[in-house]
Protein backbone atom coordinates (compact mmCIF):
# COMPACT_ATOMS: atom_id res chain seq x y z
CA UNK A 1 0.00 0.00 0.00
CA UNK A 2 1.53 3.21 -0.85
CA UNK A 3 1.99 6.03 1.42
CA UNK A 4 1.17 9.42 0.56
CA UNK A 5 1.45 11.45 -1.83
CA UNK A 6 3.74 14.15 -0.60
CA UNK A 7 5.67 12.59 2.57
CA UNK A 8 8.22 14.87 4.39
CA UNK A 9 11.77 13.22 5.05
CA UNK A 10 12.66 13.47 8.45
CA UNK A 11 16.00 13.60 9.95
CA UNK A 12 15.96 10.67 11.81
CA UNK A 13 16.23 8.75 8.39
CA UNK A 14 19.04 10.83 6.96
CA UNK A 15 17.87 13.38 4.47
CA UNK A 16 17.34 16.30 6.26
CA UNK A 17 16.21 18.24 3.06
CA UNK A 18 12.40 19.56 4.00
CA UNK A 19 10.90 19.22 0.08
CA UNK A 20 8.07 16.72 0.53
CA UNK A 21 9.07 14.14 -1.47
CA UNK A 22 6.94 11.12 -2.85
CA UNK A 23 7.24 7.77 -1.27
CA UNK A 24 6.16 4.16 -2.09
CA UNK A 25 6.61 0.58 -1.73
CA UNK A 26 7.44 0.25 -5.29
CA UNK A 27 10.36 2.61 -4.93
CA UNK A 28 12.07 0.62 -2.34
CA UNK A 29 11.24 -2.87 -4.25
CA UNK A 30 12.66 -1.21 -7.22
CA UNK A 31 15.94 -0.03 -5.48
CA UNK A 32 16.19 -3.67 -3.70
CA UNK A 33 16.16 -5.51 -6.47
CA UNK A 34 18.79 -3.31 -8.03
CA UNK A 35 21.16 -5.22 -5.84
CA UNK A 36 23.58 -2.52 -4.41
CA UNK A 37 26.60 -2.67 -3.65
CA UNK A 38 26.70 0.47 -1.40
CA UNK A 39 30.48 0.73 -0.73
CA UNK A 40 31.58 0.03 -4.81
CA UNK A 41 28.29 2.39 -5.28
CA UNK A 42 30.34 5.26 -2.97
CA UNK A 43 33.76 4.55 -4.43
CA UNK A 44 32.51 5.20 -7.95
CA UNK A 45 30.19 8.05 -7.01
CA UNK A 46 33.15 9.84 -5.52
CA UNK A 47 35.45 8.82 -8.64
CA UNK A 48 32.55 10.19 -10.84
CA UNK A 49 31.94 13.18 -8.35
CA UNK A 50 36.06 14.42 -9.47
CA UNK A 51 35.27 14.11 -13.00
CA UNK A 52 32.48 16.25 -12.47
CA UNK A 53 34.39 18.71 -10.51
CA UNK A 54 36.57 18.96 -13.96
CA UNK A 55 34.00 18.83 -16.45
CA UNK A 56 31.21 20.65 -15.14
CA UNK A 57 33.12 24.34 -15.23
CA UNK A 58 34.27 23.69 -18.21
CA UNK A 59 30.71 23.84 -20.37
CA UNK A 60 29.25 26.72 -22.49
CA UNK A 61 27.23 27.49 -25.33
CA UNK A 62 30.87 27.49 -27.76
CA UNK A 63 31.11 24.02 -26.62
CA UNK A 64 28.10 22.77 -28.11
CA UNK A 65 29.26 20.67 -31.62
CA UNK A 66 28.08 22.40 -34.74
CA UNK A 67 28.18 20.44 -38.41
CA UNK A 68 27.11 22.00 -41.56
CA UNK A 69 25.08 19.62 -43.31
CA UNK A 70 26.81 20.20 -46.60
CA UNK A 71 30.07 19.00 -44.83
CA UNK A 72 28.05 15.99 -43.59
CA UNK A 73 26.83 15.26 -47.01
CA UNK A 74 30.31 15.46 -48.39
CA UNK A 75 31.47 13.01 -46.15
CA UNK A 76 29.28 10.18 -47.47
CA UNK A 77 26.35 11.34 -45.12
CA UNK A 78 28.14 10.71 -41.98
CA UNK A 79 29.76 12.88 -39.18
CA UNK A 80 33.38 12.98 -39.48
CA UNK A 81 36.05 11.46 -36.47
CA UNK A 82 36.17 14.60 -34.81
CA UNK A 83 31.86 15.18 -34.76
CA UNK A 84 31.20 11.64 -33.89
CA UNK A 85 33.71 11.94 -31.23
CA UNK A 86 32.43 15.02 -29.71
CA UNK A 87 28.27 14.19 -30.04
CA UNK A 88 29.36 11.44 -28.28
CA UNK A 89 31.30 13.25 -25.46
CA UNK A 90 28.25 16.08 -25.11
CA UNK A 91 25.08 14.53 -26.42
CA UNK A 92 24.08 17.44 -28.38
CA UNK A 93 24.37 18.94 -31.97
CA UNK A 94 23.32 21.43 -33.99
CA UNK A 95 23.20 21.03 -38.02
CA UNK A 96 22.93 23.80 -39.65
CA UNK A 97 21.39 24.57 -43.02
CA UNK A 98 19.55 20.86 -43.48
CA UNK A 99 16.62 22.92 -45.03
CA UNK A 100 17.51 25.63 -47.10
CA UNK A 101 16.88 29.53 -45.47
CA UNK A 102 14.12 30.06 -47.55
CA UNK A 103 12.49 27.09 -48.30
CA UNK A 104 12.21 27.36 -44.24
CA UNK A 105 10.66 30.57 -44.44
CA UNK A 106 8.48 29.62 -46.78
CA UNK A 107 7.36 26.22 -44.58
CA UNK A 108 6.50 28.61 -41.86
CA UNK A 109 4.43 30.59 -43.82
CA UNK A 110 2.44 27.33 -44.97
CA UNK A 111 2.36 26.31 -41.54
CA UNK A 112 0.43 29.42 -39.96
CA UNK A 113 -1.57 29.69 -43.14
CA UNK A 114 -3.05 25.71 -42.58
CA UNK A 115 -3.15 27.02 -38.75
CA UNK A 116 -5.11 29.88 -38.96
CA UNK A 117 -7.78 28.71 -41.49
CA UNK A 118 -8.20 25.83 -39.03
CA UNK A 119 -9.17 28.35 -36.31
CA UNK A 120 -6.17 27.93 -34.16
CA UNK A 121 -3.90 31.16 -35.59
CA UNK A 122 -0.83 31.19 -33.72
CA UNK A 123 -0.57 34.76 -34.05
CA UNK A 124 -3.88 35.96 -32.13
CA UNK A 125 -4.29 32.29 -30.23
CA UNK A 126 -3.75 32.88 -26.52
CA UNK A 127 -2.43 29.73 -24.73
CA UNK A 128 -0.60 28.93 -21.62
CA UNK A 129 1.85 27.39 -23.55
CA UNK A 130 3.55 27.75 -26.63
CA UNK A 131 2.92 24.01 -27.98
CA UNK A 132 0.32 23.68 -30.40
CA UNK A 133 -1.55 20.49 -30.71
CA UNK A 134 -0.90 19.69 -34.91
CA UNK A 135 0.66 17.03 -36.22
CA UNK A 136 -0.75 16.04 -39.67
CA UNK A 137 0.04 19.75 -41.91
CA UNK A 138 1.75 18.98 -44.96
CA UNK A 139 4.88 21.58 -43.98
CA UNK A 140 5.41 19.29 -41.45
CA UNK A 141 5.34 16.21 -43.44
CA UNK A 142 7.58 17.75 -45.67
CA UNK A 143 10.39 18.22 -43.01
CA UNK A 144 9.67 15.31 -41.05
CA UNK A 145 10.88 13.31 -44.65
CA UNK A 146 12.79 15.65 -46.63
CA UNK A 147 15.52 13.82 -48.22
CA UNK A 148 18.31 15.92 -46.01
CA UNK A 149 16.54 15.24 -42.87
CA UNK A 150 17.14 11.53 -43.61
CA UNK A 151 20.17 11.70 -44.29
CA UNK A 152 20.74 13.38 -41.28
CA UNK A 153 18.80 10.93 -38.98
CA UNK A 154 20.57 8.32 -40.39
CA UNK A 155 23.87 9.86 -39.79
CA UNK A 156 22.44 10.20 -36.44
CA UNK A 157 21.71 6.81 -36.03
CA UNK A 158 25.09 5.44 -37.61
CA UNK A 159 26.64 6.45 -34.00
CA UNK A 160 24.75 3.84 -32.37
CA UNK A 161 25.61 0.62 -31.62
CA UNK A 162 23.87 -3.09 -30.99
CA UNK A 163 24.46 -5.54 -28.07
CA UNK A 164 24.66 -8.87 -29.97
CA UNK A 165 21.98 -10.95 -29.05
CA UNK A 166 19.90 -8.26 -26.84
CA UNK A 167 18.90 -6.19 -30.09
CA UNK A 168 19.36 -8.33 -33.27
CA UNK A 169 15.20 -6.99 -34.14
CA UNK A 170 16.99 -3.41 -33.96
CA UNK A 171 17.91 -1.77 -37.82
CA UNK A 172 19.75 1.14 -37.13
CA UNK A 173 20.30 2.09 -40.85
CA UNK A 174 16.64 2.75 -41.11
CA UNK A 175 14.87 5.64 -39.78
CA UNK A 176 10.81 5.89 -39.17
CA UNK A 177 8.68 8.13 -37.74
CA UNK A 178 7.35 9.50 -34.91
CA UNK A 179 5.01 12.21 -35.10
CA UNK A 180 5.43 15.26 -32.86
CA UNK A 181 3.88 18.84 -32.32
CA UNK A 182 5.37 22.62 -33.04
CA UNK A 183 5.92 25.03 -31.12
CA UNK A 184 5.43 29.32 -31.30
CA UNK A 185 7.23 30.56 -28.60
CA UNK A 186 6.12 34.24 -28.45
CA UNK A 187 8.42 37.25 -27.15
CA UNK A 188 7.57 38.44 -23.55
CA UNK A 189 6.23 34.83 -22.70
CA UNK A 190 6.78 32.80 -19.50
CA UNK A 191 7.35 28.56 -20.06
CA UNK A 192 8.32 26.85 -16.95
CA UNK A 193 9.83 23.13 -17.95
CA UNK A 194 12.73 22.41 -15.83
CA UNK A 195 15.56 20.18 -16.11
CA UNK A 196 14.15 16.91 -17.43
CA UNK A 197 14.61 13.25 -18.82
CA UNK A 198 11.94 12.14 -21.29
CA UNK A 199 11.45 8.24 -22.09
CA UNK A 200 11.13 7.18 -18.84
CA UNK A 201 10.71 7.75 -15.38
CA UNK A 202 10.96 5.50 -12.34
CA UNK A 203 11.03 2.24 -15.55
CA UNK A 204 14.60 3.58 -15.71
CA UNK A 205 16.07 1.68 -12.08
CA UNK A 206 12.30 -0.71 -12.02
CA UNK A 207 11.83 -2.00 -15.22
CA UNK A 208 13.05 -5.51 -15.60
CA UNK A 209 14.42 -4.15 -19.34
CA UNK A 210 15.16 -0.79 -18.72
CA UNK A 211 17.08 -1.59 -15.93
CA UNK A 212 19.63 -3.61 -17.59
CA UNK A 213 20.45 -0.52 -19.85
CA UNK A 214 22.36 1.04 -16.87
CA UNK A 215 23.34 -2.17 -15.08
CA UNK A 216 27.42 -0.90 -15.47
CA UNK A 217 26.27 2.30 -13.81
CA UNK A 218 24.75 0.28 -11.03
CA UNK A 219 27.29 -1.71 -10.41
CA UNK A 220 29.70 0.78 -10.06
CA UNK A 221 31.77 0.73 -13.48
CA UNK A 222 29.93 3.76 -14.54
CA UNK A 223 33.20 4.26 -16.75
CA UNK A 224 32.18 1.63 -19.12
CA UNK A 225 28.85 2.33 -19.84
CA UNK A 226 28.29 3.13 -23.65
CA UNK A 227 25.01 5.55 -23.60
CA UNK A 228 24.93 4.84 -27.45
CA UNK A 229 24.41 1.00 -26.88
CA UNK A 230 21.16 0.34 -28.00
CA UNK A 231 21.08 -2.15 -25.41
CA UNK A 232 17.16 -3.31 -25.05
CA UNK A 233 15.77 0.02 -25.84
CA UNK A 234 14.23 -0.92 -28.79
CA UNK A 235 12.03 -3.37 -26.90
CA UNK A 236 11.11 -1.51 -23.65
CA UNK A 237 7.47 -0.39 -24.03
CA UNK A 238 5.38 1.93 -22.00
CA UNK A 239 1.70 2.92 -22.83
CA UNK A 240 3.17 6.63 -21.77
CA UNK A 241 6.00 6.56 -24.30
CA UNK A 242 6.12 3.99 -26.67
CA UNK A 243 8.77 5.36 -29.26
CA UNK A 244 12.40 4.70 -28.69
CA UNK A 245 14.17 8.17 -30.12
CA UNK A 246 17.84 7.76 -30.02
CA UNK A 247 17.89 11.60 -30.62
CA UNK A 248 15.34 14.00 -29.66
CA UNK A 249 15.58 17.22 -31.79
CA UNK A 250 14.03 20.09 -33.66
CA UNK A 251 13.64 21.92 -36.60
CA UNK A 252 13.60 25.86 -36.42
CA UNK A 253 11.94 27.96 -38.93
CA UNK A 254 12.98 30.94 -37.53
CA UNK A 255 15.63 32.96 -35.63
CA UNK A 256 16.75 32.65 -32.10
CA UNK A 257 19.17 32.14 -29.55
CA UNK A 258 19.89 32.40 -25.43
CA UNK A 259 17.58 34.58 -23.91
CA UNK A 260 15.22 34.18 -26.63
CA UNK A 261 13.16 31.17 -24.53
CA UNK A 262 14.84 28.65 -26.12
CA UNK A 263 16.40 25.33 -25.67
CA UNK A 264 18.71 24.51 -22.65
CA UNK A 265 20.73 21.32 -22.02
CA UNK A 266 23.67 19.84 -20.03
CA UNK A 267 26.30 18.63 -22.59
CA UNK A 268 27.88 15.71 -21.25
CA UNK A 269 26.54 13.00 -21.41
CA UNK A 270 27.83 9.42 -19.89
CA UNK A 271 28.77 11.37 -16.48
CA UNK A 272 25.77 13.27 -16.51
CA UNK A 273 23.47 9.87 -16.62
CA UNK A 274 25.96 8.03 -14.62
CA UNK A 275 24.95 10.64 -11.37
CA UNK A 276 21.59 10.77 -11.68
CA UNK A 277 21.39 7.17 -11.77
CA UNK A 278 22.97 6.61 -9.26
CA UNK A 279 22.52 9.41 -6.98
CA UNK A 280 19.41 8.54 -5.33
CA UNK A 281 20.76 5.23 -4.69
CA UNK A 282 23.35 6.60 -2.33
CA UNK A 283 22.33 5.64 1.54
CA UNK A 284 22.24 8.80 2.33
CA UNK A 285 18.66 8.83 0.43
CA UNK A 286 15.67 6.54 1.96
CA UNK A 287 14.70 3.49 0.61
CA UNK A 288 11.91 4.19 -0.61
CA UNK A 289 12.33 7.70 -1.72
CA UNK A 290 13.00 8.67 -5.80
CA UNK A 291 13.68 12.57 -5.42
CA UNK A 292 12.26 13.75 -8.94
CA UNK A 293 9.93 10.79 -9.43
CA UNK A 294 6.34 12.27 -10.33
CA UNK A 295 3.60 9.49 -10.24
CA UNK A 296 1.18 11.91 -12.14
CA UNK A 297 3.59 11.61 -15.18
CA UNK A 298 4.64 8.01 -14.30
CA UNK A 299 6.22 7.20 -17.89
CA UNK A 300 7.12 10.46 -19.74
CA UNK A 301 9.22 12.07 -17.45
CA UNK A 302 11.85 12.40 -14.67
CA UNK A 303 12.49 15.24 -13.28
CA UNK A 304 16.17 17.10 -11.64
CA UNK A 305 15.74 18.48 -8.29
CA UNK A 306 18.21 21.15 -6.37
CA UNK A 307 18.23 19.10 -3.76
CA UNK A 308 20.26 16.33 -5.21
CA UNK A 309 21.33 17.46 -8.39
CA UNK A 310 21.85 20.97 -8.33
CA UNK A 311 25.89 20.24 -9.12
CA UNK A 312 24.31 19.28 -12.64
CA UNK A 313 21.06 21.67 -12.64
CA UNK A 314 23.75 25.06 -11.99
CA UNK A 315 25.89 23.62 -15.47
CA UNK A 316 23.22 23.85 -17.63
CA UNK A 317 23.27 26.12 -20.88
CA UNK A 318 21.20 27.50 -23.65
CA UNK A 319 22.45 26.10 -27.22
CA UNK A 320 23.63 28.33 -29.82
CA UNK A 321 21.61 30.72 -31.69
CA UNK A 322 19.67 28.64 -34.97
CA UNK A 323 18.62 30.25 -38.32
CA UNK A 324 15.79 28.84 -40.39
CA UNK A 325 16.80 25.42 -41.25
CA UNK A 326 18.64 25.16 -38.59
CA UNK A 327 18.40 21.31 -36.51
CA UNK A 328 19.02 20.85 -33.29
CA UNK A 329 19.54 17.02 -31.60
CA UNK A 330 20.24 15.48 -28.21
CA UNK A 331 20.57 11.97 -26.93
CA UNK A 332 17.51 10.48 -25.87
CA UNK A 333 19.22 10.82 -22.11
CA UNK A 334 20.44 14.48 -22.20
CA UNK A 335 18.88 16.57 -19.73
CA UNK A 336 17.16 19.57 -20.71
CA UNK A 337 14.75 22.07 -19.91
CA UNK A 338 13.59 25.66 -21.53
CA UNK A 339 14.28 28.72 -21.06
CA UNK A 340 11.79 30.13 -18.59
CA UNK A 341 11.45 33.71 -20.17
CA UNK A 342 11.36 34.62 -23.74
CA UNK A 343 13.15 37.72 -23.95
CA UNK A 344 14.07 38.46 -27.09
CA UNK A 345 12.08 40.52 -29.99
CA UNK A 346 10.71 37.55 -31.95
CA UNK A 347 8.45 34.43 -31.82
CA UNK A 348 10.62 31.54 -32.10
CA UNK A 349 9.24 28.42 -34.12
CA UNK A 350 10.18 25.06 -34.47
CA UNK A 351 8.83 21.69 -35.28
CA UNK A 352 9.89 18.78 -33.26
CA UNK A 353 11.22 15.75 -34.82
CA UNK A 354 13.50 13.42 -33.39
CA UNK A 355 15.16 9.85 -34.78
CA UNK A 356 14.31 6.42 -34.10
CA UNK A 357 15.23 3.19 -35.32
CA UNK A 358 13.35 0.71 -37.15
CA UNK A 359 12.74 -1.65 -33.79
CA UNK A 360 9.96 -3.75 -32.36
CA UNK A 361 8.18 -0.79 -30.30
CA UNK A 362 8.75 1.53 -33.20
CA UNK A 363 6.96 -0.65 -35.52
CA UNK A 364 4.14 -0.81 -32.73
CA UNK A 365 4.44 2.77 -33.19
CA UNK A 366 3.60 3.37 -36.59
CA UNK A 367 1.24 0.88 -37.48
CA UNK A 368 -1.04 2.89 -34.65
CA UNK A 369 0.06 5.80 -36.41
CA UNK A 370 -0.72 4.89 -39.97
CA UNK A 371 -4.56 5.28 -38.63
CA UNK A 372 -4.04 8.44 -36.39
CA UNK A 373 -2.28 10.00 -39.66
CA UNK A 374 -5.49 8.64 -42.05
CA UNK A 375 -8.34 9.97 -39.89
CA UNK A 376 -6.59 12.98 -38.57
CA UNK A 377 -6.52 12.08 -34.49
CA UNK A 378 -3.62 12.94 -32.89
CA UNK A 379 -0.82 10.18 -32.48
CA UNK A 380 -0.04 7.76 -30.13
CA UNK A 381 1.95 9.01 -26.80
CA UNK A 382 0.08 12.52 -27.17
CA UNK A 383 -3.59 12.16 -24.81
CA UNK A 384 -5.58 15.42 -26.33
CA UNK A 385 -8.91 16.77 -25.33
CA UNK A 386 -12.44 14.87 -26.48
CA UNK A 387 -13.17 16.05 -30.11
CA UNK A 388 -9.76 17.88 -30.68
CA UNK A 389 -7.80 16.68 -33.52
CA UNK A 390 -7.51 17.37 -37.24
CA UNK A 391 -10.22 15.12 -39.19
CA UNK A 392 -11.78 18.22 -40.32
CA UNK A 393 -9.29 20.14 -40.76
CA UNK A 394 -8.78 21.91 -44.66
CA UNK A 395 -5.95 20.96 -46.69
CA UNK A 396 -4.40 18.26 -44.24
CA UNK A 397 -1.94 15.82 -45.65
CA UNK A 398 -2.94 12.63 -47.21
CA UNK A 399 -1.53 9.65 -48.37
CA UNK A 400 -0.96 11.57 -52.09
CA UNK A 401 1.20 13.78 -50.13
CA UNK A 402 4.09 10.90 -48.99
CA UNK A 403 7.62 10.86 -50.73
CA UNK A 404 8.83 7.28 -51.19
CA UNK A 405 10.52 7.82 -48.07
CA UNK A 406 7.73 8.95 -46.11
CA UNK A 407 5.81 5.65 -46.97
CA UNK A 408 8.30 3.68 -45.75
CA UNK A 409 9.14 5.44 -42.91
CA UNK A 410 5.79 5.61 -41.61
CA UNK A 411 4.77 1.91 -42.40
CA UNK A 412 2.79 2.43 -45.73
CA UNK A 413 5.38 0.31 -47.47
Not at 140 to 165: D, F, I, P, S, Y
Not at 294 to 315: N, R, S, T, W
Amino acid sequence: MLSSKFEVSEPTDGFKDPFPFYRSEEIADAKKTLNIDQEKLKEAFERLEKVLDTELPKLSTEAIPEVNFDDLAGNDNQFNAEAAEKIKKFGVVVVRNVIEKEDAKNLLDDVEKYMKENGQDPKTTVKKHPLFNIYWSKPQLKVRHHTNMVKVQKALLNLWNKCEGLDDTVNLEQPVTFNDRLRFRKPNTNFKLGPHWDGGSLQRWANSDYKETYRDVFNGDWESFDPFCVKGRGSFTDENCSFFRAFQGWTSLATSGPGDGTLRVLPLLKEAIAYVMMRPLLDDVPDNMMPGYEPEHPGCQFYLVPQIHKKLMDAMISIPKVNPGDTVWWHCDTIHAVEEFHSGTETNTVLYIPVGPDCPNNRAYIEKAKKCFLDGKHPPDFEMPTKQDESDYQDRATLNDLNEDAKVMMGFE
